[in-house]
Nanobody
Framework: QVQLVESGGGLVQAGGSLRLSCAAS????????MGWYRQAPGKQRDLVAT???????NYADSVKGRFTISRDNAKNTVYLQMNSLRPEDTAVYYC?????????WGQGTQVTVSS
């Protein structure tokens, strides 16, 4: 069992930045892929970015060039640096991790971008 805890959400003006953190209860070296998803009110949960154990990244087209995902294996933490935020980035952001036996999700952190 792996527990994921997100932090770093909040209210920011358009054009601003936030950094989300996702702390894992166990070494993230056992987690094959980690990622961030987001869900806006009334909408489905969508992929934002993923990062493999080897560091390969993948981004949704809507955030390419603005968001950066990274992982610090020594701290068992994954980050999402979000720059040039837009009102349409407003959502609950969820951290996720996949092992060979299961997928794990955090409880989510709210990001609100005002115009």
């Amino acid at each position: 069992q792996v527990q994921l805890v997100e932090s770093g959400g909040g209210l920011v003006q358009a054009g601003g930045s936030l950094r989300l953190s996702c702390a894992a209860s166990k070494s993230i070296l056992i987690i094959r892929d980690m990622g961030w998803y987001r869900q806006a009110p009334g909408k489905q949960r969508d992929l934002v970015a993923t990062i493999t154990r080897g560091g390969t990244t993948n981004y949704a087209d809507s955030v390419k060039g603005r968001f950066t995902i990274s992982r610090d294996n020594a701290k068992n933490t994954v980050y999402l640096q979000m720059n040039s935020l837009r009102p349409e980035d407003t959502a609950v952001y969820y951290c996720t991790g996949s092992t060979v036996v299961s997928d794990y999700w955090g409880q989510g952190t709210q990001v609100t971008v005002s115009s």
